[in-house]
C-alpha cells in the first residue's frame, strides 16, 4: 500500500483530534487516514461515499468473474430455455416480462 506521511495517523491521535479528523475527512480536505497502531497498519479511514463507491466496484468485479466462470463452463445443449425454467420450478410467467 502505497502510504503518504499526510495520511498516517494514530490511533492516540484520533482520540485526541477525532473531531478535526472526521471533519477534514467529511470535507474533503483529506482524501484518507492510514491509521497506526504501535507503529503498524491497523486501519484506513475513508469518507462514506468513496468506501461505498469501492465496495460497489468490488461487487461489479466479483459479478463479472461469476459470468465470466459461468460463460467458461456454459453447455449449450444442457441449457433450457425461460419458458422451460419457470415450468420446472411451476412459475407462472407475468404480462410484460
Do not use: C, W
Not at 18 to 35: H, L, M, P, S, T
Not at 70 to 75: A, W
Amino acid at each position: 500500500m502505497e502510504i503518504r506521511t499526510s495520511e498516517t495517523i494514530s490511533v492516540t491521535d484520533i482520540q485526541r483530534r477525532a473531531k478535526d479528523i472526521f471533519d477534514r475527512i467529511e470535507n474533503g480536505e483529506q482524501d484518507k487516514y492510514v491509521v497506526l497502531k504501535n507503529n503498524t497498519i491497523a486501519a484506513v479511514l475513508l469518507p462514506a461515499d468513496r468506501y461505498e463507491a469501492l465496495m460497489d466496484e468490488l461487487d461489479d468485479l466479483r459479478i463479472g468473474a461469476a459470468a465470466a466462470e459461468r460463460i467458461s463452463t456454459f453447455d449449450g445443449p444442457k441449457a433450457i430455455s425461460h419458458e422451460e425454467m419457470l415450468a420446472r420450478f411451476g412459475v407462472e410467467e407475468q404480462v410484460g416480462q
